[in-house]
């Protein structure tokens, strides 16, 4: 890939009907657009957390999140370098990237402000993020139990906007929690570099801990089991993934006795989406398409998942790697490791990010998304997600009756058309424009997206590359066939044993975690989700490699060595 790519042939186009008062929103230090041929001198990547994009009412995910919830959070606890993420919109895509801190003393006085911000959260994270869960969980039970029966527009239009606000605030909250974590986490990884430790040990000193993420595997597992002890094998193999539900209905009987159990674990783990705050993904409460048939892959597997013995096994290299650090430490040192150790332990981020995706990144968007399809059906319109192609300020204006579905039809089926055809061409758009970077220094960008060294340079990597580097984030090495997905959508149609091969996970991927051989990611780094839930599965998983997803195809053979951080294409 050149060192620069040229964004030409993206700028000066974008949905149609598109005004810049339609993303009118507050923003702290740089406001979301389409790209432009000016921003040609800056780098911009590809967010792998959204391989569908987004729809005209989803760019509030961009707007509420990466233009106020991380520029906020990085304003006020602040961070040194950055001051958060700025977006631009390639066609239904965003790319993103640091806006930077371009003055010294301004970097100085953000010094001394986190110098004095950051012991006070650390000292009571437990406590402000136990505050902060209650704080969403009300607003979760509110938007979710919602009843639409006999709904005017008008009272639609209340519930979207009270939706929006409980949506910009969830994101406050991520990104207020996120920043003090990786700082105190940096520190820690920073004095382990310093020693000479293996960078891709820091992050195992945190595994282990339980999470509401692998909570809701284990009550999918016991799912199966359950089904496993009605005899209901049969029943799932026989239907396509898309027939399970009906043909679990058709058979009665003890299959009536599994779906009761079933729709009662969706109320409890079924507000969650197939994608991190993609309003155009249906959740699992609405399709359970997804859950059904990752439960027919789990009844096909020779042996269940041993969530013990993965957990203990976890707890034992976690401990391992520790001592290990430890006896690597200068007497000078020690005290500092323990102290930094101790704290990170506590406000444990490997932890969090699980944690916290249950309440914000799988489940904040869901109640904006009822809210328009209950305007969708309140006005007449053709389809349940037709109002998810207009803007907010748009459907807002239908809710007050200052226009009628009838003005804006026609326009949001052009959008729908303008949408479908970006998802289809997401496989092969550069995954960065403009100017390639010696470095960054956000550290979401450097621990979540992977942007160390061998991430560029997987980039400017040549096509005949046959092999691959990236960050090794989970021990082992294993050959098998690869499986390429562009989102999670596409979950069940995984086999057991295979290499998963994308842009990235999300929390929603992790079941599948119990069933593939081992994980290569394009994006992430030591922090990523594929890196904590893999090693949590004891899986070899090698992120940030850049261009796993151009590189390698479905049916590909490769080895993953999540020792050593490379990927071998062996052929097809």
Not at 27 to 45: C, G, L, Q, Y
Not at 83 to 109: C, D, M, N, Q
Not at 479 to 487: C, D, E, F, I, K
Request: net charge negative; aromatic share 12%.
């Amino acid at each position: 890939m050149p060192e620069v790519v040229p964004v030409d042939e993206y700028a000066g186009e974008w949905y149609p009907g598109y005004r810049p008062e339609l993303l009118d929103a507050p923003w702290v230090a740089e406001r979301p657009r389409p790209i432009e041929k000016a921003d040609e001198s800056r780098f911009w990547f590809m967010d792998f957390h959204w391989p569908r994009g987004f729809s005209p009412m989803g760019i509030l995910y961009a707007l509420d999140c990466a233009a106020w919830g991380t520029q906020t959070a990085a304003q006020n606890l602040p961070l040194p370098p950055g001051k958060g993420l700025a977006s631009r919109f390639v066609g239904t895509h965003i790319y993103e990237s640091e806006a930077p801190v371009g003055s010294e003393w301004e970097i100085g006085f953000r010094v001394s402000r986190i110098e004095r911000n950051l012991p006070k959260f650390l000292g009571s994270f437990e406590e402000i993020w136990s505050e902060r869960v209650m704080e969403l969980q009300y607003g979760l039970d509110h938007f979710e139990s919602y009843d639409f029966s006999g709904s005017s527009p008008a009272e639609i239009g209340q519930y979207l906007f009270d939706a929006r606000n409980f949506h910009r605030r969830a994101w406050e909250i991520h990104f207020e929690i996120m920043y003090p974590l990786l700082a105190i986490y940096l520190q820690l990884y920073g004095l382990c570099a310093q020693a000479g430790l293996d960078p891709s040990n820091v992050s195992k000193f945190f595994q282990g801990r339980d999470s509401r993420i692998m909570q809701t595997d284990r009550a999918m597992w016991d799912l199966v089991h359950r089904a496993k002890a009605l005899g209901l094998e049969g029943v799932f193999a026989s239907a396509p993934n898309e027939g399970v539900r009906d043909a679990l209905a058709k058979a009665g009987g003890n299959a009536s006795i599994w779906l009761t159990d079933f729709d009662d674990f969706l109320k409890v783990y079924g507000w969650r989406t197939e994608g991190i705050a993609d309003i155009n993904l249906a959740p699992w409460i609405e399709d359970p398409t997804s859950p059904l048939g990752q439960i027919k892959n789990f009844l096909s597997m020779d042996e269940p998942h041993d969530f013990e013995k993965a957990s203990a096994a976890a707890i034992v290299e976690r401990d391992t790697a520790i001592d290990a650090a430890r006896s690597a430490m200068s007497a000078e040192t020690l005290p500092q490791f323990n102290e930094l150790l101790a704290i990170n332990q506590v406000a444990n981020f490997a932890w969090w990010n699980e944690d916290h995706n249950y309440y914000i990144d799988l489940r904040a968007t869901v109640p904006l998304r009822r809210g328009c399809q209950a305007l969708s059906a309140a006005i007449g319109a053709d389809r349940h997600d037709d109002t998810l192609f207009l803007f907010y300020p748009e459907a807002m204006e239908i809710a007050a009756g200052q226009k009628s579905w009838a003005d804006l039809r026609s326009l949001a089926e052009a959008r729908r058309q303008y949408y479908d055809h970006y998802v289809e061409i997401r496989p092969n758009m550069p995954k960065m424009l403009g100017t390639m970077p010696d470095r960054v220094d956000d550290p979401v960008l450097i621990e979540i997206f992977g942007m160390h060294h061998h991430y560029f340079e997987g980039l400017k990597l040549g096509e005949e590359a046959t092999v691959l580097t990236g960050f090794a984030a989970s021990a082992g090495k294993v050959q098998g066939v690869a499986r390429v997905l562009h989102g999670a959508t596409e979950l069940y149609d995984l086999e057991p044993g295979e290499i998963l091969v994308c842009e990235a996970t999300s929390p929603n991927w992790t079941p599948a975690f119990a069933i593939i051989g081992g994980c290569v990611c394009d994006g992430g780094g030591s922090l990523t989700h594929a890196a904590i839930v893999s090693r949590e599965y004891g899986i070899p998983c090698v992120v940030g490699v850049g261009v796993a997803t151009l590189r390698i195809k479905t049916g590909d053979r490769v080895e993953v060595d999540g020792t050593k951080g490379t990927v071998t294409i062996l052929g097809g």
